[in-house]
């Protein structure tokens, strides 16, 4: 059986956040939509409830097994999918699947359409909480001009054709910023990429998160090989900047001190954030709807 999209997942350890995010996708889950998930031998609950879910047949597809690093696990789950589209959800971000199914319906219309990237917003949990737009539109417009041969873009909020793999490829496994080396990938190929001016997900980087766990000195390994395979000049998102704005988001909903850290000793405050944050996303936009750009 083949399915219009597969929504993967791969985690470890992750149990209270996993809960939040999956109960979101199998309550907005759609016919002809399917659930991967590809977990790495958690210890804390996680594969036992992930197994519960599989039994009861809530999520299609399910294994449990030691991962090399996080590009080996979605590097699974990529190859376990049935879906003409795929998208990534990541176990501690926020996604509006109203949005997501706006650019899937988009890219199920233009089979042409290899890649689908969107906007995204950064939440302030200061005064008002107040709400940025992150955006890489004029990035993406100066690759689809030809002025520049790859941009980056984060995977978070984007749809990717499974038959456009075979000749992207997977995931680096060599990376830890393995979003950022696929983005450059993906754009140097020149893969037919569409630009979607909603907001697919709002990034939020948790305690524990790979990506704010990087070392200044993985980063600049990476961001050295990236820049010299695909002669990436930077446009203010060389991948520090690419990291430091994944922690910022964090930054800004978390503080960093223990105090902050506890909240994700309760399932209940981390609940009642999370629905602050899936609101705040739909309300955004609710009022800022989406149009489609760069279409061959």
């Not at 759609?30 to 992930?50: C, F, H, M, R």
Request: aromatic share 10%; with cysteine; proline share 3%.
């Amino acid at each position: 059986m083949t399915f219009d999209i597969s929504y993967i997942i791969a985690t470890r350890n992750r149990l209270p956040l996993l809960k939040i995010t999956l109960q979101k996708l199998m309550d907005e889950l759609q016919p002809n939509e399917e659930i991967v998930v590809v977990d790495g031998n958690s210890t804390d609950g996680a594969k036992e409830y992930l197994q519960q879910l599989f039994d009861d047949r809530k999520i299609h597809q399910f294994i449990s097994e030691p991962d090399r690093n996080q590009a080996h696990g979605w590097n699974k789950a990529i190859l376990m999918a049935k879906g003409t589209l795929i998208k990534k959800i990541i176990d501690d971000d926020v996604f509006d699947f109203s949005a997501i199914r706006q650019c899937k319906q988009f890219m199920l219309d233009h089979p042409n359409v290899d890649v689908c990237i969107s906007n995204c917003i950064n939440v302030d949990s200061g005064p008002g909480n107040k709400v940025d737009l992150i955006s890489r539109l004029k990035e993406f417009e100066q690759w689809k001009s030809g002025a520049t041969s790859c941009f980056t873009f984060n995977d978070v909020y984007m749809l990717i054709r499974k038959s456009a793999i075979s000749y992207a490829g997977l995931y680096d496994t060599q990376f830890t910023m393995m979003d950022w080396e696929y983005s450059l990938r993906l754009s140097w190929l020149k893969l037919n990429i569409v630009y979607y001016t909603g907001c697919n997900a709002l990034p939020v980087a948790t305690p524990g998160n790979v990506t704010s766990t990087a070392s200044n000195a993985v980063l600049k390994r990476e961001e050295e090989i990236g820049m010299c395979k695909y002669g990436y000049r930077g446009d203010r998102a060389d991948i520090s900047l690419w990291s430091k704005v994944k922690i910022g988001i964090g930054k800004a909903i978390y503080k960093t001190n223990q105090e902050a850290d506890a909240r994700f000793d309760s399932e209940d405050s981390l609940g009642e954030l999370y629905i602050t944050l899936y609101q705040t996303l739909q309300d955004y936009n609710n009022t800022h709807p989406g149009n489609f750009i760069g279409l061959e």
